[in-house]
T-cell receptor, first 114, second 111 residues
Framework: SQTIHQWPATLVQPVGSPLSLECTVE??????LYWYRQAAGRGLQLLFY??????ISSEVPQNLSASRPQDRQFILSSKKLLLSDSGFYLC?????????????FGQGTRLTVV | KQEVTQIPAALSVPEGENLVLNCSFT??????LQWFRQDPGKGLTSLLL?????REQTSGRLNASLDKSSGRSTLYIAASQPGDSATYLC??????????FGAGTRLTVKP
């Protein structure tokens, strides 16, 4: 069966510090991978998605970047965090190369920038 | 641009009651609609996926319907239990790269 791992679960970082959140998927090959951010009381906002190694698409301009160094690894990064980067970050995957498939989410990372 | 709205934003019911959560979307050209459950501070758990060609899906006490032409979906929960307390999110997709979420309905089922 497929599983998705996301870490860390919580993170407190000072303004201006770097960020690296990691997400890995097991039990599948060539998945579509996604990073979402969820602000309090609001819906999820798609930040990045990837359909393959090294292929990253960004939905919104921002202080963050994403990379996919391996087929089942997706990393969210920042060189210098802003207060506005605080939020709940969720990684997700779906079957690659197929439409109408379910999306599955990790347990999320609560990021607080202080 | 696809807009997804969920009503009500919060709902509190006594245990055992049947309830309906609503989701509406502005662009009816979707591939599928997915309902998720989110517990506080946790990730999303997929509940039901309805393809655009389907009208409903059922899983246990949950039944989700889809009226694509009117841009509406409902999630029906039968015989609610305290363990059903969570935030319920709906999301619509035009393709796998374009899943748009509502803000969710926060459900509380009181014992």
């Amino acid at each position: 069966s497929q599983t998705i791992h996301q870490w860390p679960a919580t993170l407190v970082q000072p303004v201006g510090s770097p960020l690296s959140l990691e997400c890995t998927v097991e039990g599948t090959s060539n998945p579509n991978l996604y990073w979402y951010r969820q602000a309090a009381g609001r819906g999820l906002q798609l930040l990045f998605y990837s359909v393959g190694i090294g292929q990253i698409s960004s939905e919104v301009p921002q202080n963050l970047s994403a990379s996919r160094p391996q087929d089942r690894q997706f990393i969210l990064s920042s060189k210098k965090l802003l207060l506005s980067d605080s939020g709940f970050y969720l990684c997700a995957w779906s079957v690659g190369g197929a439409l109408n498939t379910e999306a599955f989410f990790g347990q999320g990372t609560r990021l607080t920038v202080v | 641009k696809q807009e997804v709205t969920q009503i009500p934003a919060a709902l509190s019911v006594p245990e055992g009651e049947n309830l309906v959560l609503n989701c509406s979307f502005t662009d009816s050209a979707i591939y599928n609609l997915q309902w998720f459950r989110q517990d506080p501070g946790k990730g999303l758990t997929s509940l039901l996926l309805i393809q655009s060609s389907q009208r409903e899906q059922t899983s246990g006490r949950l039944n989700a319907s889809l009226d694509k032409s009117s841009g509406r979906s409902t999630l029906y929960i039968a015989a609610s239990q305290p363990g059903d307390s969570a935030t319920y999110l709906c999301a619509v997709s035009k393709n796998n790269n374009d899943m748009r979420f509502g803000a969710g309905t926060r459900l509380t089922v009181k014992p």
